[in-house]
Structure formats: C-alpha cells, structure tokens
C-alpha cells in the first residue's frame, strides 16, 4: 500500500510540475514560477551573504568572525524554518484533500505522518534552498574551501531541515489537539508574522542604529559575532562545524555535525512520539471541526433583528450593506486586526532601514514614514479585502449589483479602515517630535495623494491574485500576487519620492500648488487600477 | 421552463448539471445560446436577470463569521428588498427553516444542512420568479428536507418557477411536475413522468437508467434497462 501511495505522490509530483495549466488559470500559478522565485531568493541571499564575508575576510577577521555571520544567518534561516513549518504542518493537517481518506485507510499513525512530511518536502525545503543552502555556499566560498566540505554541507542541510520540520509537525499536532483548527491556524499565522517582524527590526533597525549610534559599536559587534558562534542552537552547531572544516579540524567538525545530527534525531522522536498518540485525535478534531466550535450568543449587534419590526432593519444601499458587512466580519476576526496592527508598525520604520534620523531632517523622516505607511496599507487593506471575504466571486456574479458598486464598496471600506491608522501613526510621530504647520500640511497632501492610489492598485491586485482558501492572514494572496504586489510597492515609493524631489526644486508659489496637486494626481491615477478591476470583475470565467 | 412547475434535473455524473445551472445563474459564460430569466436576457441585461434569480448552489456561499440574520439583512440590500418586506420575510424563513434557535450565532458553528437551509432562505428572501437549486438535499435530515420540498411546492403553486437538480430519483418521482434527463452535455428527454413512461408501468429509475445507457456499459446495465431506447421502447 505504501508503494502505491508513493507511486500516488510521484504522479501528482510529475503533473504539477510538467502539465501544461489549465485554460483559466494564470502561468503565474505555476510550481516552476515558485521554484524559479526561491532560486532567485537564494541566490540574492549568496550574494548578500558573500560581499559581505568577503569584505569580512578582505579586512583581516578571522574565520571564527565570519563563522559568526554564518551562524547568525543560519539561526534565521532556523527561525523562519521553525515558523514556516509549523504553520505548514498545520496547514497540511487541515487542508489535504486526501487526508480524510488517509485516515479512513488501514495506514498506522507514523506511516501517515511520514507520507505527509514527504508531501510537504517541496513546500519546506523552499526556506531551507533560499536562505540555509546559500548561506552555507557563501561561506565556504568566501573561505574557499574544497570540495571535501560538500558531504557536510549537504549532511547539515539534511538536519536543519529535519530538526524544525518534526518539531513544528510535534508542536502544530499538540496544538491541533487542544485548540479549533482554524484558530490555531490564524493565531499561529500572526505569531509567524510577529516573530518576522521582531527578526526584521532587530536586523534592519536595532542593529544597525544601535551600533550607529554607540562609540564602542565594533567592539560590539565582535561580541556579538562570538555570542552568536557559541550559543547551543542548531544554527551555531553547523557554523562552528564549518569553521572547524576551514580550521583544517576535521575530527571537530564532525563531533559538532553528530551533535546536530543528535538534535535532528531527537526531533523526530519527539514527533513520532507525539505522532503515535495525537495524530488520530488531532485529525478526528480537524474532521469535525464545526463542532469543535464554540457558539457565539447574541453575536448580532442589531439587537432587535430577531422581530419582525422592519424599523429594526437598516435601510442600506448596497455600498452601505456592503462595507457593513466588511466591517462586522472584520472586528470578528481578530487575527487579522492583530497582523494589520503588526504590519502598520513595520511600515511606518520601514524608512528607518539604513537611514540615521540624524542623516536627515525630522520633517522628512516622518513625511516618508506616512508615505510608506500610505502606499503599504493599499497591500495590508485593500489587496486584501478582496480574499478576506472568500466569497466575492461568487456574489458579484449572482446578485443584481453592476461591478462598479463592489469596487466602490470596497475602496470606501479600505479607506474608512486606512485613515484611522494613518492618522494613528501621524499623531505619534506629531508626539515623538512635533512638525510645524506648514510641514504637517506637506505630509498631508503626500498621504491623500498617495493613498488612493495604494487603495486601487490593492484592489486591482486582490481581484487578480487574491486566493479565497486562505487560511494564512499573511498569505491572502498567490505568491507571484504577492511578489507583484511588493514591485509595486516599491514602484509607488520611488514614484512619490520622485515627485517629492521635483517639488522640492520648486519654489514659493508653484512650490505651494504642487504640493496642493498631490491629491488630484493620486486620484488620477488611481482609476486607473479601478478599470482594470472592474474589467477582472466583468471577465468571463473568472469565478470558477 | 413554465411558471408555477416544478421542473427535476436529472442525469449522471459528470452529465453537465451543475455546469448548466452555473451557465444559467451567470457563473460561467456560456460558449453559445443565450441565457433569459423572466424575459430578461442574462448577457444584455445582466441586473434584470439576476434579480428574478434565486440560486441555491451545491455548496453554500456563507459568511462564516456573520449570524444568519445579519446575513439575509445583507443579502436583502443586495437585492434592493425594502426592510418592510425584508425583515417579516426573514424571520418567516427562520422560523419555517428551523433555524430560530441558531439565527443569533456565527454562521461558522453550522452543520452543513443548517447552512444549506440558509442558503435556501437567502435564495428565496426576494421572492424570485424563478428558483434554481443543486442538489438542494444534501446535508437536510428528513424534518429539513420536508420543509424545503413543501416550500418548493408552494412556490410552484403560486406559480414561480422551480428548478432542481438532484441525483434522487424517487424525490424527483414525487416532487416534481416535469423533469429533464441530461447525459453528456445533451438533453436526452423532458416531459411528465407519464409521458416519459410511454405508458408503461416503467420507475423513473428504469427510464433513467435506460435513456443514459451508453454502448461501453455493456450487459452491466442492461438487467436495468427495460425500455433501451435502441430497441424502440424510449418514450
């Protein structure tokens, strides 16, 4: 049976990978555009990783330093394994198709498992590809070492990836067991996110300012790099093995791999253990979710609906039904509320990333925290706003509403919800440091220029790449939706900075009616999207 | 189809059902022929059409964290219901659904034929000329299932249009005043039962199972097709 369960996956494997797509799905759907994006990941982090174990090695630090950096990079690349596959794991629980008739074949629980973390191989090996493997390839080439280290190499791949793999499927199982699957799976999504963004800041602001502003950031640094070598972690075990390779000591390197091996093996025991006794439960509780559920009383905030009073009843166009209801599935969802908080944060310092606040002037810092903060909400809101309802396909096409209505709904929902949190982060950069009149206006038009736009495009990128199964919150859209987005991102930044920089060359009055045009740009510009979103809406097979 | 009947849509797997009633409430395109609702052409005038529909797909297109009231109180603005009609309408379908003690809770902590009375109820909150249902049956226990059969003969009765597709054949024996067997993308016959039977004492099953015979089904199927059409005993 286990050999035609394998012949099963090899199938499903050769089919993904080589069919052609169907008629009425996009080639951007396709495994190989997700297998040619983290080749492309990979090799930008090589080359991240190599300039600077070069420059490392170039200045005269010793190969322990650079096996600093090798560790601190493999412990990320840990860090996001760990999340990614508990959040995978949890994800395959409950989302296989063929996991019902998995459990209902006489398969005994680690067999099931097995098989399952075989069909998660593609979709977890990707971290391990773009950040561990290149990480470990630039290290050894920065060091030039033979060709010797390559069983190692590939030996502690094989463990830093095992090691989060059966941990987080031991974790995602206990969890499972004890919490509503689609609960676990969105509390689980925002913690992934969490941890993320703490990574990120501490990477792409503490560190740098931090040791920016300190006299004694070298200093610092080097402890840092030392701390990170001999820490007991997966991460530090690899990179110290690697420096003993390039130390020429071959007997402690392979003491630190059987140690990493050790952990690898302990993991899977764990999980085989938990495996043995949970898998079925946890399965069982997945199946019959619904009942899992607790029922929530009096969820209604129309207290009065229960009669048949027609007073009772608000008397809503379709756009006020609409962003009512947008509004209400929101505030339930409060995994969703978490990550937009969480991911307003983010870009609101965003600009902080490699810029010192003393290099420039206040007023421009915090123009361009609002203006990323602006453009980064039409993502965080709007893309997806599209997908969070799940059901938009199919209401647009079935009820008497023209296309126009939904879009509209949809960009007067996102704007109710975007301006509170501009405003939010404008009144703390007005507390951090206080803008004058004239500087507060500036950032204003910036904002009402730039957030339309930012509204649209999200929009036009939910109706094109939204994915109504989500069950990520992070994850609403494909990938290639999500790269796409992010090109246009960066594409709106650089589009509003450039404007920026052109009024700034201006002067007095022209100055002035510039910066007053901002807005009329924005909403230009921003029919754009809103056409091509109504033409998606209007495209013939685009519901099924 | 006629006002005030109760027409059954039959066929096998695969045999195009959901495809066609998909194409009829504007989910797919059809690749020729034209869609009309109540005289109203689905291409050319897309609103008027959907607005004498209501569609009870095969699976329910719920909000899973609204309650069933707020969620008809949606579903009437989208099509245009005064409160005054709306409100009265919704809690008659609550109550006749059985679905008073639960209208309160998030749809999410539904069983599927909950949901599936939901959907019906938000199907039919406008009161259209014309009801289309897939598989309407599935998940309903039988109190379910009479009351949707029941409302389903009233609506034919005040002379709206009923369309069910279903797989059952001896519902559609009892519920319906026409039916329609489709095999393979093509109709193979419509009319009453009697005049499907040819005036024979012929189940719809046989006739069924008779009309979507097919050459490759072999001696399988031939214990249970009386009237084979092939050997000039199809109505």
Known sequence: MIGALLLSRARLARRALFSRPRADSSWLRHPLVAVGIAAWMGAFVYGGLRTVLSALSAAGAPPRELAGVLALALGAALVALLVFDVDDAVRTLMQDQDLELLRRAPIPPLALLGLKALDAVPRTLVPVLALAAPALLAFAGALRLSAAALPFGIAALLALWTLPLAAGAALALLVLRVAPAARARETLALMSTATLVAIWIVGAVWLPHGFAASPGSLASLHGLLDRALVAPTPGAMAARAFAAIAAGATGEALRELAGLALAALLAILAAALVAQSSLVPALERVASGVASKPRIRGASSNAAAGSTDSAAWPRDGAITALVRRDARLLRRSWTLLGDLLVASTLWVLLPLVGISRFEIGWELLSRMMLLTISVGLGYEIAARSIPFERHLEYWSRVAPQPPVRWLMAKLLGSGLLALPVILLAGAVLEGVHPLSAGGAARALALVAGALPLSISSGLWAGLTFGDPEWINPRAMLRLPGRLATSGLLILQILFWLGIVFGIGRLSGRGEALAWAGLPLIGAGLATLPLLAGMRRLESPGWAH | ?235
């Open chain 2, 1 to 235: 189809m006629r006002a005030g009947e109760v027409l059954g849509f039959l066929g096998p797997n695969g045999a195009g059902k959901t495809t066609t009633l998909r194409v009829a409430a504007g989910l797919l395109r059809a690749d020729s022929g034209e869609v009309r609702i109540g005289g109203a052409s689905l291409s050319r005038e897309p609103m008027r059409a959907r607005a004498r529909l209501g569609f009870v797909p095969d699976r329910p297109y719920l909000y899973e964290r609204l309650t069933a009231r707020e969620f008809l109180e949606f579903v009437a603005a989208l099509y245009r219901v005064a409160p005054s009609d709306a409100a009265p309408r919704a809690q008659a379908l609550i109550e006749r659904l059985d679905l008073g003690e639960v209208a309160d809770d998030l749809i999410e902590t539904y069983s599927l034929g909950m949901k599936q009375k939901l959907s019906l109820a938000a199907a039919v909150l406008h009161d259209p000329p014309l009801l289309m249902l897939d598989e309407p049956l599935i998940g309903l226990d039988p109190r379910g299932a009479r009351a949707l059969k029941d409302l389903l003969r009233e609506r034919a009765a005040r002379g709206l249009g009923v369309l069910v597709s279903t797989h059952l054949l001896d519902v559609a024996e009892r519920l319906c005043d026409r039916v329609l067997i489709l095999d393979r993308g093509e109709k193979r016959a419509e009319g009453t039962l009697a005049e499907l039977r040819g005036g024979s004492d012929a189940s719809l099953e046989d006739v069924f199972l008779a009309l979507t015979a097919h050459p490759d089904d072999g001696a399988r199927d031939s214990s249970h097709s009386p009237r084979d059409p092939s050997r000039g005993g199809a109505p």
